[in-house]
T-cell receptor, first 113, second 115 residues
Framework: EAGVAQSPRYKIIEKRQSVAFWCNPI?????LYWYQQILGQGPKLLIQ????????DSQLPKDRFSAERLKGVDSTLKIQPAKLEDSAVYLC???????????FGPGTRLTVT | AQTVTQSQPEMSVQEAETVTLSCTYD???????LFWYKQPPSRQMILVIR??????QNATENRFSVNFQKAAKSFSLKISDSQLGDTAMYFCAFMNSGNTGKLIFGQGTTLQVKP
């Protein structure tokens, strides 16, 4: 079966610009996660969707980050405006349900200059 | 709040030897799950092994096994017969069983397997 797809793989932007990431989960997976992985650290959950509803966005900086999962399939994560400290790898993961194994995509490496 | 600590930033092992990666966690919950994930260089993160806290028996997956000490809140990963393909960053992670599925990760341990 196809894995979790993410695009773009790399993105370089200047601070104060906006950027969007796309994720296509494994077919049939109801739960979708966005993690932020800063260099040298473990991933940190930004937002979790169950179908097209938000389950947990407690660590999402809502003043600049937004995410949506229309129709309960694909998801986009947006940053506007970007800050230097947003430089990180953004990982998307999906699972059949909330406690199922999470399958990770290859990530999008964002560099903010 | 739950926390996960990996105190070994880097480790190395000779091919075919055994290595143990350490992880400790802090929680007030009694039911939870623990995981080890592997993140090879420039490749996707994959699940290595999973342990349910209510199970006393340590999980095993081929060359990978864990030593789960619930009272000590310790969860170490043992890799036997290390192979070059085991070279990766390894993350310990915690999930509350009553939770949304949110994984809390440690800082990671970089493992280098040397030929």
């Amino acid at each position: 079966e196809a894995g979790v797809a993410q695009s773009p793989r790399y993105k370089i932007i200047e601070k104060r610009q906006s950027v969007a990431f796309w994720c296509n989960p494994i077919s049939g997976h109801a739960t979708l996660y966005w993690y932020q992985q800063i260099l040298g650290q473990g991933p940190k959950l930004l937002i979790q969707f169950q179908n097209n509803g938000v389950v947990d966005d407690s660590q999402l900086p809502k003043d600049r980050f937004s995410a949506e999962r229309l129709k309960g399939v694909d998801s986009t994560l947006k940053i506007q405006p970007a800050k230097l400290e947003d430089s990180a790898v953004y990982l998307c993961a999906s699972s059949l349900d909330r406690t199922g194994e999470q399958y990770f995509g290859p990530g999008t490496r964002l560099t903010v200059t | 709040a739950q926390t996960v600590t990996q105190s070994q930033p880097e480790m190395s092992v000779q091919e075919a030897e055994t290595v143990t990666l350490s992880c400790t966690y802090d929680t007030s919950e009694s039911n939870y799950y623990l995981f080890w994930y592997k993140q090879p260089p420039s490749r996707q993160m994959i699940l290595v092994i999973r342990q349910e806290a209510y199970k006393q028996q340590n999980a095993t997956e081929n060359r990978f096994s864990v030593n789960f000490q619930k009272a000590a809140k310790s969860f170490s990963l043992k890799i036997s017969d290390s192979q070059l393909g085991d070279t990766a960053m390894y993350f310990c992670a915690f999930m509350n069983s009553g939770n949304t599925g949110k994984l809390i990760f440690g800082q990671g341990t970089t493992l280098q397997v040397k030929p």
